[in-house]
Structure formats: structure tokens, C-alpha cells
């Protein structure tokens, strides 16, 4: 059963600060990884997609990078702002179904 | 508008009572899923379809029903709802195109209370 972690729960760092969200997951025949983002009482925002064959995606300040052999995926966020606080979730596709699975988030606050 | 909309966003239910949260996407993406998220638990996947009139059981199926008549509808009923069942619920959808699944999106999510 594929399994997803994302550790710490929660991270709190002064506005302007690079940062590193880490992901990992047990079962590294995956299809695709995504990153999404999800602000208080919202829903979830896709914020990158890593096909299984990249090794990485960007959008803007973001860098998702995928590390299949390892199990593993980081979301680099650049100059980092009060705004991107909100809990960063990332989730995979692990067969032909498309069902994701998620890792219970990491919970960012980025202080003025 | 193009995207995937859930109703109601929020309801307030009895206990043995039956609900349906609707789910409509206007995409035409092959594939719906349904997700509940609980403190503690994170998302976990209650039922998906990967095409109209086909449906399967994800990992917390019990007390829920799904039908998929249509390819933009995907419509969750709880036959009897309980309090377990209070959460936030939440409709996705995504798309295959030359075998390489697209970016999933959700819905806005819709806050179920069973008191």
C-alpha cells in the first residue's frame, strides 16, 4: 500500500527565506506527483504536476523536483511571502486509475 | 463557467438521514473522485470513476453510495448518515491524454455536519 509522508507538520519562517517542503512516498512505481496547496476552510489548488519520466516542473517562485528511486519530492520555494502561508500538500498516482494519495500536508506560516 | 463545482458548500443533517452532495465538472475529464478530510486523517479517498456507469470503492467506502450516469456528475449520497460522518468532502477530477494522467483539480469542498 502506497504510503505518503510529509514531515514537519508545521514550519514557520521569516518572510524572504528559500525553502525546502519535503515529500516521500514507500511504492516508487508512481505515475505522476503533484503539489497542491490548500488555504483555510478552501479547497485544494494544483500547483505543479512531476510526470514519473521529469525530474522537475517550475512555476514561478516554485521548483517541484522528483527523486523516484529515492521515493522522494521537494517544492523549493523562492522569496518566500506572508501570502504563501497555507498548508502545502503533495499526493501521487501510483497506478492506471488516476486515484491520488495523499500525505497529511505541511502547514506554513511565513512571518512579516 | 469552466471547472468543477460542488453543492451545497455547507449542510447541516439528522442523524438516519439521507443526503446527496452533487458534484459537476465541466471538462468532460474521464475520471471523478471523492475524498472526505478529517484532522488526523488527512484526504482519504471515499469512491471514483473512471468513466460514466463505472465506479469503484476507494479506501472508506462504508455508509456512502456513488452513481456516474452522466460524465460531468458525479453525486455522493450517505443512505443513512452518521455522526462519523461529519467532514469536509471534496470532488476531483482528472484526465488521461496519451496515457499520462493530467493535473487533478478540485472542488471548493463542501462542509457536511451530522448532528
Known amino acids: 500500500k502506497q504510503e505518503v509522508t510529509q514531515i514537519p507538520a508545521a514550519l514557520s519562517v521569516p518572510e524572504g527565506e528559500n525553502l525546502v517542503l519535503n515529500c516521500s512516498f514507500t511504492d516508487s512505481a508512481i505515475y505522476n506527483l503533484q503539489w497542491f496547496r490548500q488555504d483555510p476552510g478552501k479547497g485544494l489548488t494544483s500547483l505543479l504536476l512531476i510526470q514519473s519520466s521529469q525530474r522537475e516542473q517550475t512555476s514561478g517562485r516554485l521548483n517541484a523536483s522528483l527523486d523516484k528511486s529515492s521515493g522522494r519530492s521537494t517544492l523549493y520555494i523562492a522569496a518566500s511571502q506572508p501570502g504563501d502561508s497555507a498548508t502545502y500538500l503533495c499526493a501521487v498516482v501510483a497506478g492506471a486509475n488516476s486515484k491520488l494519495t495523499f500525505g497529511k500536508g505541511i502547514t506554513l506560516s511565513v512571518r512579516p | 463557467d469552466a471547472g468543477i463545482t460542488q453543492s451545497p458548500r455547507y449542510k447541516i443533517t439528522e442523524t438516519g438521514r439521507q443526503v446527496t452532495l452533487m458534484c459537476h465538472q465541466t471538462w468532460s475529464h474521464s475520471y471523478m473522485f471523492w475524498y472526505r478530510q478529517d484532522l488526523g486523517h488527512g484526504l482519504r479517498l471515499i469512491y471514483y470513476s473512471a468513466a460514466a456507469d463505472i465506479t469503484d470503492k476507494g479506501e472508506v467506502p462504508d455508509g456512502y453510495v456513488v452513481s456516474r450516469s452522466k460524465t460531468e456528475n458525479f453525486p455522493l449520497t450517505l443512505e443513512s448518515a452518521t455522526r462519523s460522518q461529519t467532514s469536509v468532502y471534496f470532488c476531483?477530477?482528472?484526465?488521461?491524454?496519451?496515457?499520462?494522467?493530467?493535473?487533478?483539480?478540485f472542488g471548493q469542498g463542501t462542509r457536511l455536519t451530522v448532528v
Open positions: 476531483a477530477s482528472s484526465d488521461q491524454t496519451g496515457g499520462r494522467n493530467t493535473e487533478a483539480f
